[in-house]
């Protein structure tokens, strides 16, 4: 069979039409899939990554289906994959995999959209001794197993050597603190004879994708409450918190011209592309993952750059600070072969193949046992550094709250408007806490309802 029949089953399987489904769940429930070549259980995974990322959990999949003759698991990458899974389990017809984002473990958790997947830990043995001390938090959900991993990043500084010596800076001595990081933005910004930008050194928002972690490089937080549990309240308004913030537009977008730098900023092409500030040379400097030696590899292989831990406010030598993620795997919620699906995802959490998918990721496993080939082999030059600071006290992520979605937007906006000199930290961040506080109150008004009705509270 072709690889194109192969996706047009899976369409059929994991899709089906949604009516049918519904009234035939209702009456008989979901039954398992079986291919009709050799009587195997059909797992439906759908997963988000596209491009080389998808290529490597393709072959962890083949070498699944390769391993045993009981069950064959169809890969289909899902565009929207969010908003999809979660119409598919409303509709009683979700795939029996899902590859979700951090984020997804305290939204599905508390919506009972996805399986406990404690077999992981009775069966398979994989407690959450098995998983790097940072990592434990992704996968378990106010006292039970709610996800495993997939893959795993953490946050470095990503600087280009060779625009550190044109500025006159040591190529291997990246800074350290906030300070440093303005200095060492200031020498490597380039300006044209007409005053417009050529180069820059460094943008808090460039890329815009973690606003939320400079409060932790600045030694405070965007949540109250530990991150790891479902409690907590939004703090963005907090005066330290807007300190951070203060702080950062003063030492990095003060000096150059919030108009400047945003104009400055529209000419950066994609992320994945030759066009990516850092690639081509136009950003000296960026927060990035583990995942940014693949774009590089591909794209911009002769770049000279280096990489170290996040120059933070209080610069301590033994605790760099680093925001970690993860890409997780979760069984909804009334799929149709959880046993089935379940040993697909304990298969992904051995070494062997958690290993391959890493390399081919360019990132660390998150495994506390790794075999000395991995390390060996591993073509991203910086993944010690990476898995360092996800291995120290210094490693922090996102609240584990099933708010964090709609806080996030908000947090985005108000950073946004900040670093673009279109208002202060402190009228942008409280109208951010304003609107956050409401949907706590409405989340927390939800659980009281479902425990008086004998639910989990």
Same mark, same amino acid.
């Not at 830990?121 to 996968?139: N, W």
């Given at each position: 069979?072709?690889?194109?029949?192969?996706?047009?089953?899976?369409?059929? /399987? *994991?899709?089906?039409?949604?009516?049918? /489904?519904? /009234?035939? &769940? *209702?009456?008989?429930? !979901?039954?398992?899939?079986?291919?009709?070549?050799?009587?195997?259980?059909?797992?439906?995974?759908?997963?988000?990554?596209?491009?080389?990322?998808?290529?490597?959990?393709?072959?962890?999949?083949?070498? &699944?289906?390769?391993?045993?003759?009981?069950?064959?698991?169809?890969?289909?990458? #899902?565009?929207?994959?969010?908003?999809?899974?979660?119409? *598919?389990? %409303?509709?009683?017809?979700?795939?029996?995999?899902? =590859? #979700?984002?951090?984020?997804?473990? $305290?939204?599905?958790?508390?919506?009972?959209?996805?399986?406990?997947?404690?077999?992981?830990?009775?069966?398979? =043995?994989?407690?959450?001794?098995?998983?790097?001390?940072?990592?434990?938090?992704?996968?378990?959900?106010?006292?039970?197993?709610?996800?495993?991993? *997939? +893959?795993?990043?953490?946050?470095?500084?990503?600087?280009?050597?060779?625009?550190?010596?044109?500025?006159?800076?040591?190529?291997?001595?990246?800074?350290?603190?906030?300070?440093?990081? $303005?200095?060492?933005?200031?020498?490597?910004?380039?300006?044209?004879?007409?005053?417009?930008?050529?180069?820059?050194?460094?943008?808090?928002?460039?890329?815009?994708?973690?606003?939320? +972690?400079? /409060?932790?490089?600045?030694?405070?937080?965007?949540?109250?409450?530990?991150?790891?549990?479902?409690? @907590?309240?939004?703090?963005?308004?907090?005066?330290?918190?807007?300190?951070?913030?203060?702080?950062?537009?003063?030492?990095?977008?003060?000096?150059?011209?919030?108009?400047?730098?945003?104009?400055?900023?529209?000419?950066?092409?994609?992320?994945?592309?030759?066009?990516? =500030?850092?690639?081509?040379?136009?950003?000296?400097?960026?927060?990035?993952?583990?995942?940014?030696?693949?774009?590089?590899?591909?794209?911009?292989?002769?770049?000279?750059? =280096?990489?170290?831990?996040? !120059?933070?406010?209080?610069?301590?030598?033994?605790? !760099?600070?680093?925001?970690?993620?993860?890409?997780?795997?979760?069984?909804?919620?009334?799929?149709?072969?959880?046993? %089935?699906?379940?040993?697909?995802?304990?298969?992904?959490?051995?070494?062997?193949?958690?290993?391959?998918? %890493?390399?081919?990721?360019?990132?660390?496993?998150?495994?506390?046992?790794?075999?000395?080939?991995?390390?060996?082999?591993?073509?991203?030059?910086?993944?010690?550094?990476?898995? %360092?600071?996800?291995?120290?006290?210094?490693?922090?992520?996102?609240?584990?709250?099933?708010?964090?979605?709609?806080?996030?937007?908000?947090?985005?906006?108000?950073?946004?408007?900040?670093?673009? @000199?279109?208002?202060?930290?402190?009228?942008? &961040?409280?109208?951010?806490?304003?609107?956050?506080?409401?949907?706590?109150?409405?989340?927390?008004?939800?659980?009281?309802?479902?425990?008086?009705?004998?639910?989990?509270?």
């Amino acid at each position: 069979m072709s690889e194109s029949d192969e996706m047009s089953l899976t369409r059929r /399987a *994991a899709l089906g039409t949604v009516a049918a /489904a519904a /009234a035939g &769940f *209702a009456l008989f429930g !979901p039954r398992p899939l079986r291919d009709p070549r050799d009587g195997r259980t059909l797992v439906t995974y759908w997963e988000k990554w596209t491009g080389y990322e998808a290529d490597a959990m393709r072959a962890t999949v083949r070498a &699944f289906n390769e391993s045993q003759d009981r069950i064959r698991v169809r890969f289909l990458t #899902v565009d929207r994959l969010d908003q999809k899974a979660k119409i *598919a389990i %409303a509709a009683h017809d979700p795939p029996d995999v899902l =590859g #979700v984002w951090t984020h997804n473990l $305290a939204e599905y958790s508390e919506s009972g959209s996805a399986e406990p997947l404690d077999d992981l830990i009775d069966t398979y =043995g994989l407690g959450d001794s098995a998983y790097l001390p940072a990592f434990r938090d992704f996968v378990n959900y106010r006292g039970r197993r709610m996800a495993a991993l *997939a +893959s795993v990043s953490s946050c470095l500084l990503y600087y280009n050597r060779q625009a550190f010596a044109e500025a006159g800076l040591d190529p291997d001595r990246p800074p350290r603190t906030f300070d440093e990081l $303005a200095e060492f933005a200031r020498k490597l910004t380039v300006e044209s004879p007409d005053g417009e930008l050529e180069r820059i050194g460094m943008h808090p928002l460039e890329p815009p994708w973690w606003p939320w +972690s400079w /409060a932790h490089y600045g030694g405070e937080s965007v949540w109250s409450g530990p991150a790891d549990r479902s409690g @907590g309240r939004p703090r963005i308004a907090d005066d330290a918190v807007v300190g951070v913030y203060d702080r950062l537009y003063r030492l990095l977008i003060e000096p150059h011209g919030a108009d400047r730098l945003n104009r400055f900023l529209q000419g950066n092409g994609p992320y994945n592309s030759t066009d990516n =500030g850092f690639l081509s040379g136009r950003v000296a400097m960026v927060m990035q993952g583990a995942f940014l030696a693949n774009v590089i590899d591909r794209h911009a292989p002769n770049l000279d750059y =280096g990489a170290a831990a996040m !120059p933070v406010d209080e610069y301590t030598p033994d605790r !760099p600070r680093g925001a970690i993620e993860a890409d997780l795997l979760m069984i909804p919620k009334g799929c149709r072969s959880p046993e %089935a699906a379940m040993e697909f995802v304990a298969f992904t959490q051995r070494r062997g193949p958690m290993e391959s998918l %890493a390399l081919a990721h360019r990132k660390f496993s998150p495994l506390t046992e790794v075999s000395t080939a991995f390390a060996e082999e591993h073509p991203n030059p910086f993944i010690d550094d990476h898995r %360092a600071v996800a291995s120290g006290p210094g490693a922090f992520h996102i609240p584990l709250s099933p708010i964090w979605t709609e806080y996030r937007a908000e947090l985005n906006v108000a950073v946004n408007r900040v670093m673009s @000199g279109r208002s202060t930290a402190r009228d942008a &961040f409280a109208l951010a806490q304003s609107r956050t506080e409401l949907r706590v109150e409405h989340l927390e008004r939800k659980r009281r309802v479902r425990a008086s009705r004998g639910g989990i509270g």
